[in-house]
Every structure is written in C-alpha cells, then in structure tokens.
Nanobody, 119 residues
Framework: VQLVESGGGLVQAGGSLRLSCAAS????????MAWFRQAPGKERTFVAR????????NYADSVKGRFTIYRDNAENTVYLQMNSLKPEDTAVYYC?????????????WGQGTQVTVSS
C-alpha cells in the first residue's frame, strides 16, 4: 500500500488548507484512515481518524471544530480540511492506514507534507 500526501504549504494564521492522501495498492475502502502530525522537536501526535464508512470521525482536542476529516472511497483518497489555522498547527502532516480496521494498527504511512502557519 502506498500513501501519497499533498496540499501542504505556507498559510497565514486564520487561513485554510486542504490536505489530500491518495492510496494505492490495497483495499482502501476497508481501512481506517488517520492523520498525524509532527512539529519540530516533538513527537508525532494524532490529529484525526475516520472509519471505512466515514461515520463518527474522531479528532484531537486541539483541532476539534477547526479540522474536518473525510474520505472518498471511489477515489481512494482521504482529506483533511483545516480551517482557522494557528501557528501551533505548524508541522509535517502524515497520512496513515490501518488495514485491520480497528483504528490502532497504522502500518502504512505516507511521506508527509509540510504545513507552516505564520503569525
């Protein structure tokens, strides 16, 4: 399974970005998909997760109400819409896939896309 992220960039505080993660080589529609991020000098942390049906997504408290995760199973793509961005959202964002569908076994990872939010 290959995951390829895109959509990162430089944005001013309060702005928006949409990240995309295109999957290939597996059964995307059955996977739990998630976004993680890693800020400079910090550990990688969970951002959002979505099950195969798209129902009941989960979010880290720090992004609730600002970020939205959704997926298009026909296009094998998961998205992260990020609104009201803050400088503390600056990080490399990674897409991950859990083929077991339990939301805890992320064995496939993308290469990451940089998001930089200026104040």
């Amino acid at each position: 399974v290959q995951l390829v992220e895109s959509g990162g960039g430089l944005v001013q505080a309060g702005g928006s970005l949409r990240l995309s993660c295109a999957a290939s080589g597996g059964t995307f529609s059955s996977y739990v998909m998630a976004w993680f991020r890693q800020a400079p000098g910090k550990e990688r942390t969970f951002v959002a997760r979505i099950i195969w049906s798209g129902a009941t997504p989960n979010y880290a408290d720090s992004v609730k109400g600002r970020f939205t995760i959704y997926r298009d199973n026909a296009e094998n793509t998961v998205y992260l819409q990020m609104n009201s961005l803050k400088p503390e959202d600056t990080a490399v964002y990674y897409c991950a896939a859990d083929p077991l569908g339990v939301g805890a076994s992320y064995v496939y990872w993308g290469q990451g896309t940089q998001v930089t939010v200026s104040s």
